[in-house]
């Protein structure tokens, strides 16, 4: 049964870092695409970033190019999101997701590309 479980979320002041992992069981990460998303209360979810251990760069959000990067580990199978310069506006719950790869080239952040998701993990960014 594929499962992916994240962690490392909490309460960070603005301008803090955090780092998130999502933890893969069940499948192999270098078959699919891990990405993160973000949903704020009241907001639609939105892509932040994604990977491919299959080659190729990750992808980031506009709004998150510079500050946030992620990485992979096929050891491990985990994905980690380091998150640096947090604004409050980046409050919400954070999930990882795990889409098969169908295509050549970059990864995409588009939510319907992604077919298994974790319950999330809460941030909070907040003086």
């Known amino acids: 049964q594929l499962q992916l479980v994240e962690s490392g979320g909490g309460l960070v002041q603005p301008g803090g870092s955090l780092r998130l992992s999502c933890a893969a069981s069940?499948?192999?990460?270098?078959?699919?695409?891990i990405a993160w998303f973000r949903q704020a209360p009241g907001k639609e979810r939105e892509g932040l970033a994604c990977?491919?251990?299959?080659?190729?760069?990750?992808n980031y959000a506009d709004s998150v190019k510079g500050r946030f990067t992620i990485s992979i580990d096929n050891v491990k199978n985990a994905v980690y999101l380091q998150m640096n310069s947090l604004k409050a506006e980046e409050t919400g719950i954070y999930y990882c997701?795990?889409?098969?790869?169908?295509?050549?080239?970059?990864?995409?952040?588009?939510?319907?590309?992604?077919?298994?998701w974790g319950q999330g993990t809460q941030v909070t960014v907040s003086s």
């Open positions: 997701a795990a889409g098969l790869i169908t295509y050549l080239g970059t990864c995409s952040v588009a939510p319907g590309r992604y077919q298994f």
């Open positions: 990977i491919r251990s299959t080659g190729g760069r990750p």
């Open positions: 069940g499948l192999a990460v270098d078959v699919y695409s």
